[in-house]
């Protein structure tokens, strides 16, 4: 299982930004899908997750900003970003699991992609 991130970037505070994560090499309708990130020093974090039957959690921090979606056709599960905020700054990551639950736990998730870094400026 390969998952390919991509679409990371520079924003200025209060911008957009959406990041997609391609998934090749299992099925994808039956793979949940979760988003973290890890900013300098810090533990990687929660971001948001989507389940099977297009079920979606989200960290307290980016509720109401951040939106997950995937699209089943194209093996890619999306982040789309609103609002950006400078604490936003991280190299962010998506994960697949087998199954339909999604959970919020790095443990979680059997398998990782490479990360993409999104840097928001103030």
């Known amino acids: 299982v390969q998952l390919q991130a991509s679409g990371g970037g520079l924003v200025q505070a209060g911008g957009s930004l959406r990041v997609s994560c391609r998934v090749s090499?299992?099925?994808?309708?039956?793979?949940?899908l979760g988003w973290f990130r890890q900013a300098p020093g810090k533990e990687r974090e929660f971001v948001g997750n989507i389940n099977g039957i297009d079920r979606t959690v989200y960290a307290d921090s980016v509720r109401g900003r951040f939106t997950v979606s995937r699209d089943n056709a194209e093996n890619t599960v999306y982040l789309q970003m609103n609002n950006l905020k400078p604490e936003d700054t991280a190299v962010y990551y998506c994960a697949a699991r087998s199954g339909s639950y999604a959970g919020t736990r790095t443990y979680d998730y059997n398998y990782w992609g490479q990360g993409t870094q999104v840097t928001v400026s103030s």
């Open positions: 090499g299992r099925t994808f309708s039956n793979t949940a």
